[in-house]
């Protein structure tokens, strides 16, 4: 019986980051955070960076950055923290496949 429990348990944590990858919507639904500062879909309208259109890996790069702490930030580096490098990912991608304001 807990055996079965165990098993059981150990299956469900390794297949619920497969399924939040194959999610269509994850990087959407996080980056929907970000539009307080960054604008929605990234498009800025002052003030903060906008975010549509940059490439991915400079997006990566930022958001690690942050979350490692070697980039200055009033929350960003915070914000960073609270995801893993998976949603961090899917962020960065979702605002990359944006198109810039005009």
Same mark, same amino acid.
């Given at each position: 019986?807990?055996?079965?429990?165990?098993?059981?348990?150990?299956?469900?944590?390794?297949?619920?980051?497969?399924?939040?990858?194959?999610?269509?919507?994850? &990087?959407?639904?996080?980056?929907?955070?970000?539009?307080?500062?960054?604008?929605?879909? &990234?498009?800025?309208?002052?003030?903060?960076?906008?975010?549509?259109?940059?490439?991915?890996?400079?997006?990566?790069?930022?958001?690690?950055?942050?979350?490692? &702490?070697?980039?200055?930030?009033?929350?960003?580096?915070?914000?960073?923290?609270?995801?893993?490098?998976?949603?961090?990912?899917?962020?960065?991608?979702?605002?990359?496949?944006?198109?810039?304001?005009?």
């Amino acid at each position: 019986m807990i055996r079965t429990a165990l098993a059981t348990a150990w299956l469900a944590a390794a297949v619920s980051p497969a399924l939040a990858q194959e999610d269509p919507h994850l &990087g959407r639904n996080l980056a929907a955070t970000c539009a307080n500062c960054h604008g929605t879909g &990234g498009a800025s309208v002052g003030g903060n960076e906008p975010l549509a259109g940059k490439p991915k890996a400079e997006l990566m790069q930022k958001l690690q950055d942050f979350k490692a &702490g070697r980039k200055p930030a009033t929350v960003m580096h915070q914000l960073a923290k609270g995801y893993s490098d998976a949603q961090l990912e899917a962020i960065a991608a979702w605002f990359a496949a944006q198109r810039p304001a005009k």
